[in-house]
């Protein structure tokens, strides 16, 4: 893998999002590569330090409730039928 590939699927990697081989082939580029395994250190860093400070809001009650109602009552109507 060269670096240029590495800083690409970074985003990806630090997600979570690719699959076993893909990361455990960034995985080992990092502990090759003191560039990316510097910038992988910084995003990662910056990612958490985003994370931590970002505050957490849960829709009010009310508001939960009318979006589940209006989502059942869409869910509750006539069948489609197939055909043609």
């Known amino acids: 893998?060269?670096?240029?590939e590495a800083i690409k699927l970074m985003d990806g990697y630090l997600d979570?999002?690719?699959?076993?081989?893909?990361s455990q082939t960034i995985e080992q580029h990092?502990?090759?590569?003191?560039?990316?395994d510097q910038a992988y250190k910084t995003q990662g860093s910056l990612i958490r330090?985003?994370?931590?400070?970002?505050?957490?809001f849960k829709a009010p009650a009310e508001l939960r409730e009318r979006i589940q109602s209006s989502l059942r009552k869409e869910t509750t109507g006539q069948p489609v039928r197939n055909g043609v």
């Open 16 to 22: 979570g999002e690719l699959d076993p081989i893909t």
């Open 30 to 36: 990092l502990r090759e590569c003191g560039r990316c």
């Open 1 to 4: 893998m060269t670096c240029d």
């Open 49 to 56: 330090a985003i994370g931590n400070a970002t505050p957490y």
